[in-house]
């Protein structure tokens, strides 16, 4: 049978965004708020993080999780075909941004492309990525939904997603081939 589609999101999944966000409010002498909760702007001025979602820098300047490119190669050289997808298109420059990145961390790989959503205009990544591919998986740290009949999510655990329990879950992406060949509808 044939392998899947592997789509990475990008902010805390592939992406330490949150680290981004800690530095961020540092400069910024603000204290980084102690919860589990993902959206922050539910504990820090709303208007402080509407400013770094619109200067955008987080796209460009939060490091990637441990092991991305040496990950990512991996599933490409296992034959499986890889893409990103990512709800920054809200943000007018979020694909010029977000291709500096991918690129300067050696993300950006011949034949994998970026899918850029707008969240106002579509917040189930999964409707998109089903109307795209016929089998994939989503790795995702906060999923609208975790299964139709094409995709399957593969929660990336963090903190917020912890009451998530009907996904599959990795804590790093060396966990995370294993997974995507020990799914039932895969194999």
């Not at 050289?77 to 990145?101: F, M, N, P």
């Not at 300067?104 to 707008?118: A, Q």
């Amino acid at each position: 049978m044939s392998k899947p589609v592997v789509v990475f999101d990008l902010d805390d999944t592939l992406f330490e965004t949150r680290n981004w966000f800690r530095k961020y409010f540092a400069v910024l002498g603000i204290e980084y708020p102690q919860t589990n909760d993902y959206f922050l702007d539910q504990h820090v001025d709303p208007k402080v993080i509407k400013f770094a979602l619109d200067c955008g820098f987080y796209m460009t300047e939060a490091e990637p999780v441990e092991g991305a490119a040496h990950y990512v190669n991996r599933l490409l050289s296992a034959g499986y075909d890889v893409h990103y997808a990512t709800h920054r298109g809200y943000h007018w420059k979020a694909g010029e941004l977000t291709i500096q990145s991918l690129y300067r961390h050696d993300l950006l790989k011949s034949g994998v492309d970026l899918i850029v959503i707008d969240p106002g205009q579509c917040p189930c990544k999964m409707k998109v990525l089903d109307e795209m591919f016929d089998k994939y998986v989503l790795v995702e740290d906060m999923p609208k939904g975790v299964r139709t009949c094409k995709g399957q999510t593969i929660i990336y655990d963090r903190p917020w997603n912890r009451t998530i329990t009907n996904a599959p879950r990795i804590s790093g992406l060396g966990e995370l081939m294993p997974v995507i060949e020990n799914l039932s509808w895969v194999n």
